[in-house]
């Protein structure tokens, strides 16, 4: 039971590039969700997909695109990066948050 | 939206001593409450929850209070110890039948000195 799991774990990328973030669950969570962390900002969300088949915007959102391709995976997708977006990357999944979030071990990005 | 406030920002206590952390949310309608501890370069883990029925939940040295009228909560770490040094995030949402997106505070950076 791996839990979720993040890939990849580091990432540097030049500023345009694009890339995704992979991210798969093995608990049956209904629920899954991409969070930014930034010092002193604590744990912003991005997107959520609320069931299988949804997707819904979070706070910061702009600049990202998901993907919920079964109830297992849910990915992010950075189109064109910017500065702006290097940041640590969580993905966490829930049962509608009976028993609060799961997380990932992370994604630390760097876009230069 | 809901919005969720946390202080301090950093604590430092003795080895031994209490360290309590508090939080104010926004939403009236919020009605679960949990708390992460994040290690350094870890992820964060659920470390206790709160719904807003009840108003006070302890697990051997954390405990957890709500005050649904003045809407804040608030950890209560007893008789700390080193491994307690990490960064808390408390957090708010409304579950629903259909999701539970969460919002959490900053985060309180917690020292416990040997």
């Known amino acids: 039971n791996a839990g979720v799991t993040q890939t990849p774990k580091f990432q540097v990328l030049k500023t345009g590039q694009s890339m995704t973030l992979q991210c798969a669950q093995d608990?049956?969570?209904?629920?899954m969700y991409w969070y930014r962390q930034d010092p002193g900002m604590g744990l912003r969300l991005i997107y959520y997909?609320?069931?299988?088949?949804?997707?819904d915007k979070g706070e910061v959102p702009n600049g990202y695109n998901v993907s919920r391709l079964n109830k297992r995976e849910f990915s992010l997708r950075l189109e064109s990066a910017a500065p702006s977006q290097t940041s640590v990357y969580f993905c966490?999944?829930?049962?509608?948050?009976?028993?609060?979030?799961?997380f990932g071990s992370g994604t630390r990005l760097t876009v230069v | 939206g809901e919005n969720v406030e946390q202080h301090p920002s950093t604590l430092s206590v003795q080895e031994g001593d209490s360290a309590v952390i508090k939080c104010t949310y926004s939403d009236s309608a919020s009605n679960y409450f949990p708390w992460y501890k994040q290690e350094l370069g870890k992820r964060p883990q659920l470390i206790i929850d709160?719904?807003?029925?009840?108003g006070e939940k302890k697990d051997q040295r954390i405990a957890v209070t709500l005050n649904k009228t003045a809407k804040h909560f608030s950890l209560h770490i007893t008789e700390t110890q080193p491994e307690d040094s990490a960064v808390y995030f408390c957090a708010a949402s409304k579950v629903k039948t259909s999701y539970d997106k969460v919002i959490f505070g900053p985060g309180t950076s917690l020292s416990v000195i040997p």
């Open positions: 997909s609320a069931s299988e088949g949804t997707t």
């Open positions: 966490a999944s829930s049962d509608r948050g009976l028993y609060g979030y799961t």
């Open positions: 709160i719904r807003s029925n009840v």
């Open positions: 608990m049956n969570h209904n629920s």
